[in-house]
């Protein structure tokens, strides 16, 4: 089974729109780490946000938030008034391991998001 | 502070030979993972090191091995280079690899192999 699930193979958003980008995860781990990457056709992967299992507040970077819901174990990307420069690829990422002992991350399949002018 | 660099940025050989990949990590980082990213397969762990022991490792051939130096830098290495090696090769470090530390990447290395 996936443990981190990007349904999304690819969006579009308007500029200065909101969109969100769709990630679910699957870990029997009490604690674990999510994080969202971006990456531009340069292929240089970008951190964006980070949200902790334990965390009770959303996290928030600048445009970026992370709607976690610990319940449905998702832990979607919102990003906020949508700029040109926000088209590239988006990877949902989960740390865990504390149950193996052996940390590793794990990646989605990514989203790619276009943002039309 | 200096970011996660790799070496070189791009590289081209041919079937059977070897390369070498280097990364070099934020100052005060000492966990260096590695992955390859392709178009079919995605982004796919390779191995991480921590101070200069290889703490966890994915699903690839022995062809594919890797080492860190006492000043946390890192190289990987592919012996006997097949076609489905051509990837784009990715370094991130982070301070200790721990549950919630935060990975940052390089640039990537992109290997073609002829």
């Known amino acids: 089974a996936q443990k981190i699930t990007q349904t999304q193979p690819g969006m579009f958003v308007q500029e200065k729109e909101a969109v969100t980008l769709d990630c679910t995860y699957d870990?029997?781990?009490?604690?674990?780490?999510l994080f969202w990457y971006k990456q531009p056709s340069s292929g240089e992967m970008i951190f964006l946000i980070y949200?902790?299992?334990?965390?009770?507040q959303n996290a928030t970077e600048g445009r970026y938030s992370l709607n976690f819901q610990k319940a449905r174990k998702s832990a979607n990307l919102v990003i906020s008034a949508s700029q040109l420069g926000d088209s590239a690829m988006y990877f949902c990422?989960?740390?865990?391991?504390?149950?193996?002992?052996?940390?590793?991350?794990?990646f989605g399949t990514g989203t790619r998001l276009k943002v039309l002018a | 502070k200096a970011g996660v660099t790799q070496t070189p940025r791009y590289l081209i050989k041919t079937r059977g030979q070897q390369v070498t990949l280097s990364c070099s990590p934020i100052?005060?980082?000492?966990?260096v993972s590695w992955y390859q990213q392709t178009p079919g397969q995605g982004l796919q762990f390779l191995f991480e090191?921590?101070?200069?022991?290889?703490?966890n490792k994915g699903n690839f051939p022995g062809r594919f091995s890797g080492r860190q130096f006492s000043n946390s830098r890192s190289e990987m290495n592919v012996s006997t280079l097949e076609l489905g090696d051509s990837a784009l090769y990715l370094c991130?470090?982070?301070?200790?690899?721990?549950?919630?530390?935060?990975?940052?990447f390089g640039p990537g290395t992109r290997l073609t192999v002829l």
């Open positions: 990422a989960m740390r865990e391991g504390e149950t193996s002992g052996t940390y590793k991350y794990i």
């Open positions: 991130a470090s982070s301070f200790s690899g721990g549950l919630t530390d935060t990975q940052y």
């Open positions: 100052s005060g980082h000492r966990s």
């Open positions: 090191y921590f101070s200069e022991t290889q703490r």
């Open positions: 870990t029997s781990d009490p604690s674990y780490g």
């Open positions: 949200q902790g299992s334990y965390d009770q």
